[in-house]
């Protein structure tokens, strides 16, 4: 089992910045690669970047590449999201998420564990 917790989410303007953090528990944290999603009422959760379990590979959903950052502190458990420029169209709930064997993925079924969301909502 692995335990994520975020925090860092809140009301921005927009070209503002947040950095959200995402803190793992349980199992070796160098076990999964990690990744963002982001969620809107009545829409499916989309993918926003990911990182590997070493922190050498990302990838970024081409809505935000440019502009998001992730990044992992393997001594710390923890996975960070840098999100610069925000715009309205970036507000949504943000989950991370963990996936087993260590390589990017891009699609929530690769994600076993989920964290419980942090709200982000840029204003215009």
């Known amino acids: 089992q692995v335990q994520l917790v975020e925090s860092g989410g809140g009301l921005v303007q927009a070209g503002g910045s947040l950095r959200l953090s995402c803190a793992a528990s349980?199992?070796?944290?160098?076990?999964?690669?990690m990744g963002w999603f982001r969620q809107v009422p009545g829409k499916e959760r989309e993918f926003v970047a990911t990182?590997?379990?070493?922190?050498?590979?990302?990838y970024y959903a081409d809505s935000v590449k440019g502009r998001f950052t992730i990044s992992r502190d393997n001594a710390k458990n923890t996975v960070y999201l840098q999100m610069n420029s925000l715009k309205p169209t970036d507000t949504a709930v943000y989950y991370c998420?963990?996936?087993?064997?260590?390589?990017?993925?891009?699609?929530?079924?690769?994600?076993?564990?989920w964290g419980q969301g942090t709200q982000v909502t840029v204003s215009s």
């Open positions: 349980g199992r070796t944290f160098t076990s999964y690669a």
């Open positions: 998420a963990a996936s087993g064997g260590g390589i990017i993925a891009l699609h929530p079924r690769s994600y076993s564990y």
């Open positions: 990182v590997n379990w070493s922190g050498g590979t990302t």
